[in-house]
Protein backbone atom coordinates (compact mmCIF):
# COMPACT_ATOMS: atom_id res chain seq x y z
CA UNK A 1 0.00 0.00 0.00
CA UNK A 2 1.27 3.28 -0.81
CA UNK A 3 0.66 6.00 1.81
CA UNK A 4 1.57 10.20 1.48
CA UNK A 5 2.56 12.03 4.11
CA UNK A 6 3.35 15.71 4.76
CA UNK A 7 6.44 15.37 2.43
CA UNK A 8 7.09 12.13 1.92
CA UNK A 9 5.82 8.58 -0.04
CA UNK A 10 5.62 5.42 2.04
CA UNK A 11 4.93 1.99 0.73
CA UNK A 12 4.12 -0.05 3.90
CA UNK A 13 6.23 1.19 6.61
CA UNK A 14 9.28 1.88 4.51
CA UNK A 15 9.95 5.47 3.52
CA UNK A 16 10.36 5.10 -0.67
CA UNK A 17 11.40 9.14 -1.16
CA UNK A 18 11.06 12.58 0.17
CA UNK A 19 10.76 16.08 -1.33
CA UNK A 20 9.36 19.37 -1.07
CA UNK A 21 5.96 19.94 -2.29
CA UNK A 22 7.83 23.27 -4.11
CA UNK A 23 9.53 20.50 -6.83
CA UNK A 24 6.32 18.79 -7.63
CA UNK A 25 5.40 19.42 -11.03
CA UNK A 26 2.38 17.79 -11.68
CA UNK A 27 0.68 14.85 -10.38
CA UNK A 28 -1.05 12.42 -12.66
CA UNK A 29 -2.91 9.02 -13.10
CA UNK A 30 -3.53 7.29 -15.77
CA UNK A 31 -5.38 3.49 -15.24
CA UNK A 32 -3.45 2.07 -12.30
CA UNK A 33 0.17 4.35 -12.99
CA UNK A 34 0.65 7.25 -10.40
CA UNK A 35 2.87 9.49 -11.96
CA UNK A 36 5.03 12.83 -10.67
CA UNK A 37 6.42 14.85 -12.50
CA UNK A 38 9.37 17.39 -10.77
CA UNK A 39 10.85 20.31 -11.42
CA UNK A 40 14.89 19.89 -12.18
CA UNK A 41 16.98 19.84 -9.41
CA UNK A 42 20.53 21.96 -10.62
CA UNK A 43 22.31 20.83 -8.15
CA UNK A 44 21.72 16.80 -8.33
CA UNK A 45 23.57 15.40 -11.51
CA UNK A 46 21.47 12.07 -11.62
CA UNK A 47 18.10 13.64 -11.82
CA UNK A 48 14.89 11.87 -12.43
CA UNK A 49 11.99 13.87 -13.45
CA UNK A 50 9.29 11.73 -13.28
CA UNK A 51 8.26 8.85 -10.53
CA UNK A 52 6.18 5.94 -11.47
CA UNK A 53 4.22 3.86 -9.17
CA UNK A 54 1.59 1.01 -10.03
CA UNK A 55 -1.59 1.10 -7.58
CA UNK A 56 -3.79 -2.22 -7.42
CA UNK A 57 -6.52 -0.90 -9.68
CA UNK A 58 -7.96 2.70 -11.14
CA UNK A 59 -9.70 3.25 -8.30
CA UNK A 60 -7.06 3.28 -5.71
CA UNK A 61 -5.01 5.69 -8.50
CA UNK A 62 -7.67 7.86 -8.82
CA UNK A 63 -8.42 7.99 -4.53
CA UNK A 64 -4.40 8.48 -4.00
CA UNK A 65 -4.21 11.39 -6.57
CA UNK A 66 -7.14 12.99 -5.27
CA UNK A 67 -5.16 13.04 -1.80
CA UNK A 68 -2.20 14.22 -3.23
CA UNK A 69 -3.64 16.97 -5.46
CA UNK A 70 -5.29 18.46 -2.16
CA UNK A 71 -1.78 17.96 -0.27
CA UNK A 72 0.42 19.78 -2.77
CA UNK A 73 -2.77 22.96 -3.03
CA UNK A 74 -2.44 22.97 0.66
CA UNK A 75 1.11 22.99 1.63
CA UNK A 76 1.64 25.60 -1.53
CA UNK A 77 -0.95 28.30 -0.37
CA UNK A 78 1.07 31.22 0.35
CA UNK A 79 -1.60 33.03 2.21
CA UNK A 80 -4.53 32.06 4.60
CA UNK A 81 -7.74 31.37 1.97
CA UNK A 82 -10.50 33.96 2.48
CA UNK A 83 -13.43 33.35 4.35
CA UNK A 84 -16.60 32.56 1.74
Not at 40 to 61: G, H, I, K
Request: aromatic share 14%; net charge positive.
Amino acid sequence: MLLTGLNSLLQGHTKINAFNWSKVRKLSFKRKRFLIKLRPDLNQSAYQDTLEFVMASRDCCKIFWKICVEYHAFFRLFEEPKPK
